[in-house]
């Protein structure tokens, strides 16, 4: 029981540091474009870039740790998810270990150099640690949603919706990036739906969500 309640603290702590993005409107000057992305502000030398920083590190350890706390085993139906979401978080904290060295979001001659591989490494595992997280948890919701088709319960319900929308989602993620256009206004919806994930997946195992 302790276990379980620690994961829990870890958990809702570690998504509480995952969402640090939610104050930045609150410090003007901080977001100076929308286009920006918000790994342009964890850039070193910007305002509250260390604590950026830390927060990713911090929540990508939290997570993992509720994770590992809660369990699993091969024979669970979910356990592929289990796995996913380890990933998940350590590449989460993978990138705010490794922060990207300029602004690639709003400015063109940092992506010049980032096509041309022409930047620090850590900009590149930042990059890497990135894609990894997306499509870790995007994968165990691809394995959530197979595994609870047909059934009614809440997380189930909550899975189905998020999967119907992710198409839509990722294809205006990658307008954003392609385009540089709209990431920080785009790039939260991703936040909160993996938010949500983390939550559901932890709760899963506690037989707390359908109670």
Known sequence: ??????????????????????????????????NELFSDLEVTGHPFAV???????????????????????KRRADFREWVAMLVFAV??????LFPETCTNGISAA?????????????H????????????SITLALVFAYKRTHGS?????RIY???????????????IAYLFNVMGSVIEPVFFLGFSIIVVLQLFERMKISDS
């Open 1 to 34: 029981m302790i276990r379980k309640w620690l994961a829990v603290f870890a958990g809702i702590s570690g998504i509480a540091l995952y969402n640090w993005w939610i104050l930045v409107p609150f410090r003007p000057g901080v977001l100076i474009s929308p």
């Open 51 to 73: 604590a950026m920083q830390r927060a990713d590190f911090a929540a990508g350890v939290l997570i993992l740790m509720a994770f590992l706390l809660v369990g699993s085993s």
């Open 91 to 96: 590449a989460g904290a993978a990138g705010g």
């Open 110 to 122: 940092c992506r010049s150099l980032e096509w041309g591989f022409r930047l620090p490494g850590s």
């Open 124 to 135: 590149y595992i930042h990059i890497v640690a990135g894609i990894v997280e997306f499509g």
């Open 152 to 156: 009614d319960t809440l997380s189930a």
């Open 160 to 174: 189905h919706m998020l999967g119907k929308g992710a198409f839509a989602a990722y294809l205006l993620l990658a």
